[in-house]
């Protein structure tokens, strides 16, 4: 295994320990004898690394039949996007591409 995998295994053992401890995330670390600054680096790095894993396409249906409709609305995690009907579709899934 790589220096760099074993480090995330590391990381991500004592992150769910601590989880698992009810000390502060600066408490935990003194007791294990952790730097604070690299628990709170790998907790971020893991999380954000966790988010981009969970995040998943779904199918969409485009009708043809678009004259009463005025804008494409786009749910993507906690934002929403609203554009014309008539924004070019291969910015659309550029955009969606580039936000996932």
Known sequence: MSQFADKVIFWQQHIEQWKHSELTQKSYCHAQELSYAQFKYWSARLRAKASVNDVQLLP????????TQ??????LLSCRIELPVYTDTAYVRDLVQALS
């Open 70 to 75: 005025s804008n494409i609305c786009l749910h």
């Open 60 to 67: 969409v249906q485009i009708s043809t039949n678009i004259a």
